[in-house]
């Protein structure tokens, strides 16, 4: 697995210009195997981020917490690695560009800052680029093995779900090896696969590339990719018939409103959203109505105690205590 790993990353530098990308590849595969980010910023260090820190880069691929021998990452840099992400046409990829990322084969995502332009409709695109983080996507398959039997609901269908999670501590990856392992099918369910229709707005779900998923989500899934839960949620529902539908960070009214929909039709929810506990949750507006309104049976906690994707606590939701064993 770790050579695996390894290679993705390699796989990412022929995205990013020359100059930068032999600093890259020289870094020991150790660390290859666990960078999460790449992150370039005009007249700035260039930085690698894992396991919840960041570390400059020196010129000849060694990592350092020392600023002073750190490579530098000029603009040229920048828009030399732009024209290679956008494969040198910018136009081609103005969609993306608007939503303030791009997607590359095998599912990585390249976050844009710079310039943002609005027209009558809202923002039209992004230019003078003065920063790209190319988010490393990897595949964690059976994360979600043992929170399994806590989901299901024999004989044939779940219980409504909700991974709380801190930023960066794996609630993609467990909601995407769930979606996974559900679609697939389970000797929980009967070796039955469940038809799941996932509203994947950001991109991070399936890393759709020219209509192929770039991740494993399963034989009967269905994706929405760059729709808001609202739409995504009307559009399945009329068209695909889904058995459960999954989205990743809600928290909006409109995000609320499309998870009742779901259920009036007889769809069970999967769901994650950034939070600590539950009384973060609840002092949010929109999640208070979830709560309140016990939609969801099952609340799983996540954080990184024991690496990325570690299961806190997992709480029933009528009773809101702990049911992990």
Do not use: W
Request: positive net charge; aromatic residues 6%; glycine residues 8%.
């Amino acid at each position: 697995m770790g050579d695996k790993d390894a290679r993705i990353f390699d796989s990412v530098l022929e995205y990013i210009c020359l100059e930068l990308s032999q600093a890259l590849k020289n870094i020991s595969t150790e660390y290859k195997k666990n960078i999460e980010e790449i992150r370039l910023r005009s007249n700035r260090p260039l930085i690698i981020y894992f396991k919840g820190s960041d570390y400059f880069v020196t010129q000849n691929g060694g990592l350092t917490k020392n600023i002073s021998q750190s490579m530098l990452v000029n603009r040229e840099n920048v828009n030399k690695t732009f024209q290679l992400i956008s494969n040198y046409s910018v136009y081609a990829f103005e969609e993306e560009i608007r939503n303030g990322f791009i997607t590359l084969k095998g599912g990585h995502r390249v976050g844009i800052g710079g310039k943002v332009l609005y027209g009558d409709n809202g923002i039209e695109t992004i230019k003078n680029i003065s920063s790209l983080n190319i988010r490393i996507a990897r595949e964690k398959l059976g994360v979600s093995n043992e929170m399994l039997r806590y989901i299901v609901d024999p004989p044939n269908t779940i219980h409504n779900t909700l991974i709380i999670s801190p930023p960066q501590c794996g609630k993609t990856t467990l909601l995407r090896d769930l979606i996974r392992n559900l679609s697939d099918g389970s000797s929980l369910l009967g070796k039955k696969g469940l038809k799941i229709g996932v509203i994947d707005e950001r991109s991070e779900l399936a890393g759709m590339y020219n209509g192929v998923p770039q991740h494993n989500i399963g034989l009967r899934t269905d994706v929405l990719d760059g729709s808001n839960k609202r739409d995504g949620t009307r559009m399945l529902l009329r068209a695909m018939s889904p058995e459960i539908i999954a989205m990743d960070e809600i928290g909006s009214i409109s995000d609320v409103e499309a998870i009742h929909e779901s259920l009036k039709a007889g769809v069970k929810i999967i769901a994650t959203v950034h939070g600590d506990n539950l009384e973060d949750l609840l002092s949010r507006k929109s999640l208070n109505i979830l709560i309140n309104e016990n939609i969801f049976k099952r609340y799983v906690f996540l954080d990184n105690s024991r690496g990325v994707g570690t299961i806190k606590n997992i709480i029933e939701g009528n009773s809101f205590k702990s049911i992990r064993t």
